[in-house]
């Protein structure tokens, strides 16, 4: 064990060993008595020191295999290379180990075969992904030369996303652009942050479509692809996401703003180089009803009080 880590709590330093993950999948890994120090049971809370033999016996996780399941799937566009996916709100994109069940890569195996897609069968062909509680447009690769190149466009930046989100509060002026780099939360392991110290380049454009009473309508247009970007970059200007339960919350744990089930945050368009045909491709998804309804709610609370307006 390095000098450095004297003193630190078990779990805490196994959290920064390569393998282990967090603190939290450290102390699993110590309660089930995988971990032993000096050749003894280690303990969450004991303190390590210095030269002390830590072992850790890691198990392989097991293959992750994909079950055909008939679940609705709605297509935007398909052909013999790609297709483009409206996913719903809720669900998962990827199975993982203990949700392996009800995902849009189980929906695949079953539409286009026991193997959808190139990649490991997890993957299925998916280049990118949306959050479980973002809908909207999402393109799967059905042969190899597909999934490279759109790979490489997204590697280069030359595909263009565009979404719809309402946030809370009146987010000014009506066009605009946050460039904050982006990395996991100092302490909250699971959040992404504009605060780490090992962020990366992460940056995304707005603009104002319809002000309504504590809220804004808004589009917009991320120039890079970080993990929970649009939710985390809107948050920290002061303007998080209706229905964010992450990124949106209170200091009193409550959502902020009006009550809606989800992050209000919709996946609109994307724009792309055709892999086999060199064409420019744009596939459009159109606002799910639960967003139509949250937009429709509070334009009737702007007319009762003469509070919105809309964006050229």
Do not use: C
């Not at 995988?34 to 293959?63: F, H, I, N, T, Y």
């Not at 902020?256 to 064409?279: D, S």
């Amino acid at each position: 064990m390095p000098a450095d880590a004297a003193g630190m709590r078990l779990d805490r330093f196994l959290s920064t060993a390569p393998g282990v993950g967090t603190r939290s999948q450290a102390k699993h890994l110590i309660d089930a008595g995988r971990v032993r120090v000096d050749g003894s049971a280690g303990k969450s809370a004991q303190p390590v020191r210095a030269g002390a033999r830590v072992e850790v016996e890691l198990r392989m996780p097991e293959p992750l295999t994909v079950e055909p399941e008939a679940l609705p799937l709605s297509v935007l566009y398909e052909d013999e290379h790609l297709l483009a996916i409206d996913k719903p709100a809720g669900m998962v994109v990827h199975p993982a180990p203990g949700a392996r069940r009800g995902t849009l890569v189980n929906a695949l195996a079953h539409r286009l075969g026991a193997r959808p897609g190139p990649g490991a069968p997890e993957r299925a062909g998916i280049v990118h992904r949306l959050d479980r509680d973002t809908s909207g447009v999402l393109l799967v690769a059905r042969t190899v030369a597909a999934l490279e190149a759109l790979a490489r466009q997204f590697r280069e930046r030359t595909i263009a996303k565009r979404y719809v989100a309402v946030v809370r509060g009146a987010l000014t002026p009506a066009r605009g652009r946050i460039d904050r780099p982006i990395g996991r939360h100092p302490r909250e392991r699971k959040r992404m942050s504009v605060t780490s110290r090992r962020g990366r380049a992460a940056i995304t454009r707005w603009t104002v479509v319809e002000r309504l009473p504590g809220a804004t309508v808004v589009q917009l247009a991320p120039e890079t692809g970080r993990t929970h970007q649009l939710r985390v970059h809107l948050a920290a200007a002061g303007h998080p996401i209706i229905g964010d339960r992450v990124y949106g919350v209170r200091r009193a744990g409550r959502d902020a703003g009006p009550p809606f089930p989800r992050q209000a945050l919709h996946a609109e368009e994307i724009g792309f180089t055709h892999p086999a045909t060199g064409m420019r491709v744009v596939v459009r998804s159109p606002l799910p009803a639960d967003i139509e309804e949250l937009i429709a709610t509070l334009r009737q609370a702007g007319r009762t009080t003469g509070k919105t307006s809309r964006s050229a």
